[in-house]
């Protein structure tokens, strides 16, 4: 088992390791909310419709995807904080294209720049922790980073509505987006350590495919991808259905709708966070398994339920247990392959992805098929899948 707790070159580095983790995880996110707000705007000013200017959102997956798995080659190659660092600086470049852009291909190009970004920085950040902090604090840093992300939502949110009220789109892109990202690079570059663990940079694609092959033919590391993909899957009924269910289902309007999205959001933050305590209590695997298992039901039973009150406690309910299991799960599968850890993080970072794309189709054929209490079904039933086959085939390797 890989132990190599938090070998820092500086104090320095050792206080802000950490922050700075937080701050490009929360820093990521900011233009993918932009674009989830204001969708509709941004159509109105390149004259498509919603159904088109939402095919952004199809594009940045797919550079994601492509983008995550080709970092598993790179992150053997390169060091972490370098490929992090790169992708940070691709999502500013997207930004900047996307404030200039003049047309809706230009946009589309420049917003898929940002999937690719988030693809080199998403496992990067992961593989970091488990190279410089501490068995048993790896998961309590996890928790923070994965807070980081969801927080965006709470605090980006509300001000890019604000800020888009005062003009266009644009706005938030220049006033808000862009700071957050130059803040959160210049944060990364001083705060990160620089020397890592990497392997030489002579080593060649063979090593890469090698290492494919090792992950593949690890059942315990194919259970946590399985797994982490289905969550995602799963969670696509909180962060792509919710606020349509509410309004639909029980006629309420679109701010309370916005509001139940907030609470889901800090609920998922928080239980991120409250996630560490849990592993380091029962262990990785028990606790992903748990916390799958639950969100799951949660999923399942708040499309069932007639009352409104009700059914959103079980959404924040639901949406705590994602927080919680997105942190656990992360964790589970840091630990796989110590020596591995970036190309694993890169190949989970792209099943992710593939989850959330077979939650919006499996999703969406429910709810024209058998409306919401279809839609809940299923993709609850996708939670319940990933924690059997999690708890059946994975290993927590910290406890062999």
Known sequence: MDENPEDMPSSFHRRMFLPSLVAVSFASGPISVLAALLLIEIGNTFNTSVGITGQINTSYSAAAFVSAILMGALSIKFKHKSLLLAGLLLIVLSAIGCYLA???????????????????????????????????RRANAVGWIVAGGALVYVVGAPVIGVMAEFGSWRYPVFGFVMPILLMSLLLAFLGLPSALANPPNSVSMRTYIQSFREILSNRSAVACLIGDALRSGAFVAIVAYVASFVRERFLVSTSLASLVLLGGALCYAIGSVVSGLLVNKIGRKSSTVLTALLSGVFTVVFAFVPVLWLSILLILFASWFFGMVASAANSLTLEQIPRLRGSLMSVDAAVVNLGAALGAAVGGAALVAFGYEGLGGSLGLLGVIGATIVSFLAVDPAKL
Request: glycine fraction near 8%; aromatic fraction near 14%.
């Open 102 to 136: 003049l047309d809706f291909t230009s946009f589309l190009i420049s917003y898929s720049l940002s999937g690719v970004g988030f693809a080199m920085v998403t496992p990067m950040t992961f593989a970091m922790v488990g190279e410089h902090v501490s068995l048993e």
